[in-house]
């Protein structure tokens, strides 16, 4: 049976106990009761004592005056009367109490009358059987008596009723009966206490008291009741007031706490974030000593991580010469093409991939940086000789030339590596780094793949800087010339034209030959504004020539035009320029594209000559059969004449031999309808052979060297043909220098 059911059980026993003895007692009812006194005390007890009751403020507990009023008719009409009096009064206050709003089950106020009734009745038989104890002998009717007799009451009904309300709340929550009788039913002790004294002061002042009595009595009475219950309201009032400045005062707190803790989460979030944007400035700080000593590419260490770690180096081996290091300088042939056909974003990924070769091809104690562009830098720990540097050297040329492929793309790459050994003369990275990248141009002019750096190359390196700056300023010093080679028509000896040739006269070092700055103008760019000075000189001069002579109006003048020149927009505004200027035909402008330059780029070649064909220049390949044309575009590059290079003239013996490749070119071309120029004849042979061929036109040592534009002047007013007779032949002249570079 759980707790419920047994409160319930107890309370329904109480109910039916209570209800026997208020029946028993209102079935001895005396007929002295039935009167107006007792319905007087009824009244009361029903309705004006639950109105009376004084709250003691912070208790939980009341001082009522209806229990006066059942001690009151216990002393008048006897004990049964008591017990009516006790049950309606209960029932009253219960019913009182819920209209007040209280909340109190029906069963609960039965239970409340019941133990109202048990205790009354349990109080009339003590009472009962009291005075037959033999040691009391007190006299009826006396003040010891009527004492006596409420004290018994009131401590009867409290004992009974206490515990009876102790049993029922011990049931409903389980309680020890004993602490709940302590804790719940001990203050209502009061109550039965003021009762008894109150019934007893009424009862003396109606039996022994005369009327002003208990006027006196009844308004002292009245006044302390209301004297009292205005001190309990004060009591109250000042109690409420104070409670409601603690609360208040608590409210106050709990603000300042909430606000404290508003504060303290507001601060806690502060440190947080202060402590997210440490955390990110740390990242950043990290990551901007990250960006500064390294590639963000290929994560490779910088040019500047590669100087701080190469500066120690040089500093430990000038005290320690037997700690020794390779530098390698590596640079990634015409990369640039890649970019330029693939794209930016691929170039990136073959560097990335170029990088993570190099890296494997090292020991884990050497340093592979990322110098800029597409260079690279290696530094070789502990090696004592170069020999070994070139080792590695040729091992990371041979790994980079693995073939790969990238987003569909099959790539070859090929690098040029410069060596320079430690030695004690460089005192900072910048000097080492210098040599091996001299070593570096020098393996990539000769096409060797990798260099050992030499002091004879670091002259020819300062001989160069000093050519290209001196170059620069050549124009303005009036140091360039042109010379003039003959164009000769091989069948009738006439003069078709001039090749304009290049010639640079330091005004400090003399004749510079054209193998050594004509390579220097092209690397620097500096071939763009030559070539620009070339077209607008030798047109000027043509347009000169022309007039000597009406034989002269069909002169034509050859220009090389280099393969830089050629990639570049401005080719086609700088040949209109020339022609602008000088007011020549323009068929009187032949431009001479090499056979590789033509070729490195086709389509693109195709586009640039169509357009300068539409200006009405004539277009010659240059140098033809030492490139690797495809016949497709040879047949679509709108070429006028076709050049055969040098070595297959002289290639060709005093009897004739090797004669079928200069017949196979001649045949091509005429099948092609070109004009044939064959340069580099410097034997009657060559003469001959060539003119059986049914070569258009030559030059070479044999017919005329190149000439100053005076003596070509004068040539042209001696009107003279250019072939040789038997008597004047030049017969020997093999041993002279040609001119290497003929197109300049």
């Known amino acids: 049976m759980n ?69 009151l008719a216990f002393l008048y009409y006897g004990g049964p009367a008591a017990i009516v009096v006790a049950a309606l009064e209960n029932l009253a206050s219960c019913l009182y109490l819920r209209s007040k709003g209280f909340t109190i089950s029906r069963l609960m106020i039965l239970t409340n009358v019941a133990i109202n009734s048990i205790s009354i009745s349990f109080t009339y038989l003590a009472w009962l059987y009291i005075p037959k104890l033999p040691f009391v002998s007190v006299v009826a009717g006396t003040t010891p008596h009527l004492v006596s007799t409420l004290g018994c009451l009131a401590i009867m009904q409290f004992a009974t009723s206490s515990v009876l309300a102790a049993i029922v ?22 109550t039965q206490m003021v009762g008894a004294g109150l019934a007893g002061i009424v009862y003396k002042l109606i039996h022994f008291g005369d009327l002003l009595t208990g006027l006196i009595a009844f308004t002292a009475l009245t006044i302390a009741y209301f004297g009292y219950r205005q001190s309990i309201n004060k009591v109250g009032e000042a109690m409420h007031q104070a409670e409601s400045a603690e609360r208040e005062k608590a409210e106050v707190e709990r603000e300042r706490r909430r606000e404290a803790e508003k504060h303290a989460s507001q601060l806690t979030l502060s440190l947080e974030k202060e402590e997210l944007a440490n955390e990110a400035l740390r990242k950043s700080e990290k990551d901007l000593q990250h960006a500064a000593l390294y590639d963000s590419l290929t994560d490779l260490p910088n040019r500047k991580q590669f100087g701080d770690i190469l500066r120690k180096l040089i500093d430990r081996y000038k ?59 290696i530094i070789l720990k502990d090696l004592g000789t170069s020999g070994k540097a070139q080792k590695v050297a040729r091992r990371i040329f041979d790994s980079i030339a693995q073939p ?33 990248d001299i070593a570096m141009h020098y393996a990539k002019e000769k096409n060797s793949g990798v260099a050992v750096f030499t002091k004879d190359l670091r002259e020819r390196f300062l001989e160069r800087v000093r050519y290209e700056n001196d170059l620069r300023s050549a124009i303005d010093r009036n140091e360039l010339t042109m010379h003039y080679q003959p164009l000769v028509d091989l069948q009738s000896g006439g003069l078709f034209g001039f090749e304009a040739l290049l010639r640079w006269h330091h005004n400090e070092f003399g004749q510079i030959p054209p193998n050594k700055f004509i390579p220097i103008a092209e690397e620097s760019g500096l071939i763009i504004p030559i070539t620009k000075w070339i077209l607008e000189s030798t047109c000027k001069q043509l347009a000169a020539w022309q007039k000597i002579d009406p034989s002269y109006r069909d002169l034509i003048v050859s220009v090389n035009i280099s393969g830089k020149h050629l990639s570049n927009d401005d080719l086609i505004d700088d040949v209109e320029n020339a022609l602008a200027i000088s007011k020549i035909d323009p068929a009187s402008l032949k431009l001479e594209i090499t056979e590789s330059a033509a070729m490195e780029n086709a389509e693109h070649t195709i586009s640039v000559l169509n357009r300068l064909k539409a200006l009405g220049v004539q277009l010659s390949i240059d140098d033809f059969g030492t490139g690797y044309s495809s016949l497709s575009y040879l047949h679509r590059l709108p070429f006028d004449t076709l050049k055969i290079d040098r070595s297959f003239v002289i290639a060709v013996g005093e009897n004739g031999e090797d004669s079928e490749i200069l017949q196979t070119i001649i045949s091509l071309a005429k099948n092609l309808k070109k004009k044939v120029i064959a340069e580099g004849i410097e034997t009657e042979a060559q003469l001959a052979l060539l003119q059986n061929l049914g070569c258009d036109y030559g030059q070479g040592y044999l017919l005329s060297r190149p000439q100053t534009r005076d003596k070509a002047e004068a040539a042209l007013y001696d009107h003279r043909n250019w072939l040789p007779s038997l008597q004047n032949s030049v017969t020997d002249v093999t041993n002279s220098v040609p001119d290497n570079i003929p197109a300049f």
């Open 169 to 190: 709340r011990s049931t409903s929550d389980g309680s020890s009966l004993w602490v709940t009788w302590k804790r719940d039913c001990f203050s209502s002790s009061m």
């Open 3 to 71: 707790r419920e059911a047994i409160s319930k059980y107890a309370k329904h026993t109480i109910v039916l106990i209570g209800a026997i003895c208020f029946a028993t007692a209102l079935a001895d009812l005396p007929l002295i009761a039935v009167s107006w006194g007792f319905l007087l005390v009824i009244a009361f007890s029903t309705i004006v004592a639950p109105r009376m009751s004084l709250e003691l403020p912070r208790s939980r507990f009341a001082i009522s005056f209806s229990d006066a009023a059942v001690f």
């Open 404 to 436: 790969f492929s990238l987003s569909g793309n099959r790539i070859s790459l090929s690098v040029n590596v410069g060596i320079a050994p430690c030695d004690a003369e460089y005192s900072t990275p910048e000097e080492i780094l210098r040599d091996a």
């Open 319 to 377: 005290n320690d010469p037997k700690a020794t290091f390779q530098i390698l300088f590596l640079d990634i042939r015409k990369f640039k093409n890649i970019n330029d056909s693939l794209g930016h974003t691929l170039g990136d990924k073959v560097l990335m991939v170029a990088a993570k070769r190099f890296v494997r091809m090292v020991n884990s104690a050497d340093m592979v940086a990322r110098i800029g562009g597409d260079e690279f830098a």
